[in-house]
Nanobody, 124 residues
């Protein structure tokens, strides 16, 4: 089992940057693929970015490609989401999630463990 705690959210102007962090408990962090999802008010949860257990495979939703970067540090049990050139439409609660490796890193159903989320608000 793994527990996830996000941090790094906040209020930023359009064009600005934020880096989200997700700290995982447990000694088996490297066994999990990790993902970032977001949910805006009145909308369904959507996939943002995913990374395989080794970091060798990543995937992004089209709307963030070229602006967001997912990475992980297995020694620190942490996954990151660097968000640049933020837009008002990026405003949402961002949650990290963990999945046993081997499945699709972009499919929400692959993920069995979720953090509580951190709010990101981008002002225009």
């Amino acid at each position: 089992q793994v527990q996830l705690v996000e941090s790094g959210g906040g209020l930023v102007q359009a064009g600005g940057s934020l880096r989200l962090s997700c700290a995982a408990s447990g000694r088996t962090f490297r066994a999990y693929d990790m993902g970032w999802f977001r949910q805006a008010p009145g909308k369904e949860r959507e996939f943002v970015a995913g990374i395989s257990w080794s970091g060798g495979r990543t995937d992004y939703t089209d709307s963030v490609k070229g602006r967001f970067t997912i990475s992980r540090d297995n020694a620190k049990n942490t996954v990151y989401l660097q968000m640049n050139s933020l837009k008002p439409e990026d405003t949402a609660v961002y949650s990290c999630a963990a999945a046993m490796s081997g499945g699709s890193i972009s499919y929400v159903g692959s993920y069995g463990y979720w953090g509580q989320g951190t709010q990101v608000t981008v002002s225009s």
